[in-house]
């Protein structure tokens, strides 16, 4: 019998040491994987587009489904929207929210 315990003894903190290892390599795996998830829609065209509505109710009107997705990366109907004027008094909101959008990839 001793020699089973000191087996039990060995064996019990390493599997938990192993089920400790495995747990963090998971965690890391996960954040990991969502790095890469985030850094893939970051690079979605879709609120560059001309078409693109911000509305939550219908983002795209030219395709609605691919919309602000991972689908939408390679999209042939993206055109991108030409700034208006700094001193053009149509469209405010929409100058608004384009300065906003461009302005925070500037250092």
């Known amino acids: 019998m001793p020699s089973a315990n000191l087996l039990l003894a060995v064996l019990?903190?390493?599997c938990i040491w192993v089920m400790v290892l495995a747990f963090v390599l998971a965690v890391l795996l996960?954040?990991?994987d969502?790095?890469?998830r985030l850094r893939r829609l970051h690079q979605v065209?879709?609120?560059r587009c001309r078409y693109y509505t911000g509305s939550s109710h219908l983002k795209c009107p030219v395709r609605p489904i691919d919309a602000a997705s991972?689908?939408?990366l390679h999209c042939i109907d993206y055109e991108a929207v030409d700034l208006p004027p700094l001193h053009s008094p149509?469209?405010?909101r929409?100058?608004?929210r384009l300065l906003l959008l461009f302005s925070t990839s500037q250092p």
């Open 90 to 92: 149509s469209q405010p």
């Open 34 to 36: 969502g790095i890469q």
């Open 30 to 32: 996960a954040i990991n």
């Open 70 to 72: 991972e689908a939408a």
């Open 94 to 96: 929409l100058r608004k």
């Open 12 to 14: 019990v903190p390493l």
């Open 45 to 47: 065209p879709c609120f």
